[in-house]
């Protein structure tokens, strides 16, 4: 079975720092761009972050996250993190992940995925 499972939700203070996981199996991830994605009550999803395929280096930032967010890969744990830091209230959210042959332009922006992880909610708060 192909999937993508999403870890290391929860509560964390404003101002903390949080590393969300997506981890793979029953396929590689290797010849997939990886992106994580997050939808806020009352809000559509969006991008938020984008890696390209292994061998490649390109990443994509929204701009909200770009200097406290840092995306990457680890192929050998065929896996994908999205360290946050410096976090807001606006960034709770139920965060995705995704895998995509797309370019991490066209997969951020477009939302165009092969495949989805379930979600998992963090959440920001004092």
């Known amino acids: 079975q192909l999937q993508l499972v999403e870890s290391g939700g929860g509560l964390v203070q404003p101002g903390g720092s949080l590393r969300l996981s997506c981890a793979a199996s029953?396929?590689?991830?290797?010849?997939?761009?990886i992106g994580w994605f997050r939808q806020a009550p009352g809000k559509e999803r969006e991008g938020i972050s984008c890696?390209?395929?292994?061998?490649?280096?390109?990443?994509y930032y929204t701009d909200s996250v770009k200097g406290r967010f840092t995306i990457s890969r680890d192929n050998t744990k065929n896996t994908v993190y999205l360290q946050r830091s410096s976090l807001k209230r606006e960034d709770t959210a139920v965060y995705s992940c995704?895998?995509?042959?797309?370019?991490?332009?066209?997969?951020?922006?477009?939302?165009?995925?092969?495949?989805w992880g379930q979600g998992i909610q963090v959440t920001v708060s004092s």
């Open positions: 029953g396929f590689t991830l290797d010849g997939y761009a």
């Open positions: 995704a895998a995509s042959r797309q370019r991490v332009e066209i997969m951020c922006l477009l939302q165009k995925s092969d495949y």
């Open positions: 890696i390209s395929r292994a061998g490649d280096l390109s990443t």
